[in-house]
């Protein structure tokens, strides 16, 4: 019995091979990005000058304009000559803009990617910033 013992100790120890490791070699260094500036294709206004054309108002009366919106930088405009602020805001499906102190008060509407690219917005619906039951339709056009 201890020989079948001995004998079977033997052949698993000369039975067992080392394997040579080698281990992967490392990856190559990635860049950190440290800038924090948006690096994807979100649309801006600023350097461009819009007309507005036309405007529904709550009580369904057009109103003809010829209105001039000079957005000077990502913050800055002019209506008519008259400097205000504006937003214009990334949401997941569309552009949020806020046009603060206009002829009508502060107006918040949703623009596409469409209107931005192409330079018309056509009817888009404008609400009151402090009264969404004041509606307003826009038309206008870039320059």
Known sequence: ??????ITLILLLFSCKKEDFTPNPPNPPVPIITDTT???STLTLAGQKWVVTKI????LVYENRQ??????NNSDYTYSNIPS???LDVTPYNYK???YNTPWGHLVGTLYEYNLTSGVVSGSVFVDYYNSSNQYKIWMTRQ
């Open 1 to 6: 019995m201890k020989n079948l013992i001995s």
């Open 38 to 40: 948006l690096v994807d």
């Open 56 to 59: 529904l108002l709550t009580d």
């Open 67 to 72: 209105d001039t919106l000079d957005f000077e």
């Open 85 to 87: 602020l504006y937003d």
């Open 97 to 99: 803009l806020t046009l």
